[in-house]
Structures are given as C-alpha cells and as structure tokens.
C-alpha cells in the first residue's frame, strides 16, 4: 500500500490552483468532468510520482460543501492510496463491516472509498490501478486521466512523504486504520510503502480530518519567498495553502 493521491476541498477552484502552482511550482495534468454529478469541479497536479488534487463545489448540497462548513473552510479532504490486489482489500473492509461512500470494480481501476464515521479522522480511499505497467511507480493513474506524468514539475517539490490526520482520539483512530491496512502501528503512525500517516490531536481549533500534509522540498528558498508574498508562511519551514499545513522536508 502506497501514498498515491492527496485530496483537498476549496471554495473558489481558482484560488487554490494559482496558489499551488506560484508556491509550489507545480503544473495542473488534468480536470475531471467525471466529479460534475457529484456537483463538483477538480484539477490534478503531479508531485512527483503522487498526485494533488484540488475539488470545489459548483452547486448547493453536495459532500464537498459540507464538509468545507463542517471544517470550517479550505483544507484537507481525502488520504488516496494505491494497492496492487484490491479483492483482499475489498475482502477486509467488508470483515470489519466498514461502509464505503463510493465503489468501483472496472476492468481499468478499482476503488473503495471508505465512510468516515466509520473509519474516523479522513475519508480514507484504497485503489487499485489495472492494466499495462499499473503497478509502476511512474505508471497509469485514472483519476489524473492520460498521460498525467508530462505535467511533472520537480524544480520545487518531488514527493509526498506523509500525511497528519488530526483527530479527538488519534489512538482509537491509528487503531482503526491499522486494522484496516494491515499494517502494524507504531507510535500512533503508520509506515506506508513510500510514505506515513500521522495521527495527532486536534490542536488547531478546527474538527478532526486531514490537517497536515509533508512534501519533499527540492527548493526551499523559492518555495518560502513565493509563499511570503502571498502571505501563507505559517512556520520556519511550512507554508499553508487551501486550508493544509504544508511541512517542506528534505530529500
């Protein structure tokens, strides 16, 4: 199981993705019409060999829009990973009678989106891509639709190495998401196959879900001196951008 895709939610589309592309130099690959019945708009942006995307309702009712009102705005939305046989996956969720929001068997991907009243913390998604070199690292990705990696840009950022779920009970909340990977816990964390997954106490004032996101920095300095001018610096080394904390980490 890897880290493959970070999903945050904005209200305006067009902010956040002028944002992300003068801090982090990145380049948006894709736009989904696919997410429009669920009355919503999204960019993809390569980071490395993972994904960023960005989704903003364009319409009343819809689960994007409560959970901005529930959050209380801009932040972060869903922890996307990519395995490489769902049937198993599939299998284990079912045993721990956990409720998905969204499931898909194709013969081009697989996708369970688990329910986040029952897993606590994030929404929480396990995919599985098919087909030719689908298990690449640099492979096919269907969410980013085709030909994602000619928009990678690596002068600024090259990877995502962790994820910080806040919760009002992180033990409770590591324990349920161990169960569900399979993965042994250690220290409230999780070690996925090329990132982890923190789970930590709400401790800035807004309700449990995706607070923190760690990218590895190629360029530091520039990252910082774009984010000044925007004013989103938020400590020595982390700028906030759509509501995320953002820790820039070496390579």
Sequence with gaps: MRLR????????????????IEVLGLEVCYRDP???????NNILLPVGNQLL??????????????????????????VITQVD???????????????????????????MQLHPKDTGGSFFEIDEQR???????DGPWHPAGPNWQRA??????????????????????????SEIAQISLINNTLQLDNATLRFVECLDGRPEGLGAIDVIC?????????????DAQSAENQVMLCGIRINLVGE
Aim: charge should be negative; include cysteine.
């Design 34 to 40: 696919g997410v429009e019945v669920f009355g919503l």
């Design 53 to 78: 995307e960005v989704v903003a309702p364009f319409k009343e009712e819809t689960a994007g829009g409560r959970y901005l009102e529930r959050r209380g705005g801009d932040g972060g939305y869903m």
């Design 5 to 20: 895709q970070i999903a945050l939610v904005a209200e305006e589309l067009a902010v956040a993705e002028s944002e992300l």
């Design 131 to 137: 087909g030719e070199n689908a298990h690449d690292l």
């Design 218 to 230: 190629t360029n530091v300095d520039a990252v910082l001196s774009s984010a000044k001018k925007l």
């Design 85 to 111: 046989d769902h049937g198993p996956r599939v299998a284990r969720v079912k045993e721990l009678g956990i409720r998905t929001v969204s499931y898909r068997d194709g013969e081009d991907y697989g996708l």
């Design 152 to 177: 990678k840009q690596l002068g600024r950022v090259s990877g995502i190495s962790a994820a910080e779920i806040q919760c009002d009970d992180p033990g409770s909340v590591a324990s349920r998401w």
